[in-house]
């Protein structure tokens, strides 16, 4: 992509022990693909220095990787964080943003704070999905079998909680 200019900077064979290969130690095959495609996209006719294309291949857009924008992600979330919402959710990563602000903290907090939550937590998934780690899958509907709770049961248990109390305060 550079010739002779990265020739001249960096040599022309990999080296293990190379300033670059300690600073892009640790990424993944995606995150360096990302870096590339944000290099071709800049068009810098010399090449960067190895921290700032670590930076770009850390730091892509979730338009970049086929997710909606963070605004359009935000909007979503608060929509489907209604309980009475359809919650048809366009990524799964839009989802684990949510779940991780807090379905309760979209709906009742000002904009201004759930919007700074939303924000931090799909911009983390978004580095989650570079790395390649698996965010957890949106739930289809409830398990087959769920326990139920009667009167009785929790009846029962408050009075071994009451008969324990009146021992200990004894």
Same mark, same amino acid.
């Given at each position: 992509?550079?010739?002779?200019?990265?020739?001249?900077?960096?040599?022309?064979?990999?080296?293990?022990?190379?300033?670059?290969?300690?600073?892009?130690?640790?990424?993944?095959?995606?995150?360096?693909?990302?870096?590339?495609?944000?290099?071709?996209?800049?068009?810098?006719?010399?090449?960067?220095?190895?921290?700032?294309?670590?930076?770009?291949?850390?730091?892509?857009?979730?338009?970049?990787?086929?997710?909606?924008?963070?605004?359009?992600?935000?909007?979503?979330?608060?929509?489907?964080?209604?309980?009475?919402?359809?919650?048809?959710?366009?990524?799964?990563?839009?989802?684990?943003? *949510?779940? +991780? #602000?807090?379905?309760?903290?979209?709906?009742? %907090? &000002?904009?201004?704070? $759930?919007?700074?939550?939303? @924000?931090?937590?799909?911009?983390?998934?978004?580095?989650?999905?570079? *790395?390649? +780690? #698996?965010?957890?899958?949106?739930?289809?509907? %409830? &398990?087959?079998?769920? $326990?139920?709770?009667?009167? @009785?049961?929790?009846?029962?248990?408050?009075?071994?909680?009451?008969?324990?109390?009146?021992?200990?305060?004894?």
């Amino acid at each position: 992509m550079y010739g002779h200019r990265w020739t001249a900077s960096f040599g022309v064979s990999a080296d293990q022990g190379h300033a670059w290969a300690a600073t892009l130690a640790g990424l993944t095959g995606a995150q360096i693909a990302n870096g590339l495609a944000g290099l071709v996209e800049r068009g810098d006719e010399w090449p960067p220095s190895a921290p700032d294309f670590r930076k770009l291949c850390e730091g892509a857009s979730p338009e970049a990787l086929g997710l909606p924008s963070t605004s359009a992600a935000y909007r979503e979330a608060c929509r489907n964080s209604h309980p009475a919402a359809d919650q048809r959710w366009s990524h799964p990563a839009v989802h684990h943003a *949510a779940c +991780e #602000v807090g379905f309760s903290e979209l709906r009742s %907090l &000002p904009e201004e704070k $759930s919007r700074l939550l939303f @924000e931090r937590a799909y911009a983390v998934t978004v580095r989650m999905l570079l *790395a390649g +780690e #698996v965010l957890r899958e949106i739930p289809k509907a %409830l &398990p087959a079998s769920v $326990s139920v709770s009667t009167p @009785e049961v929790g009846q029962a248990a408050l009075a071994a909680l009451r008969t324990r109390m009146r021992g200990v305060a004894a």
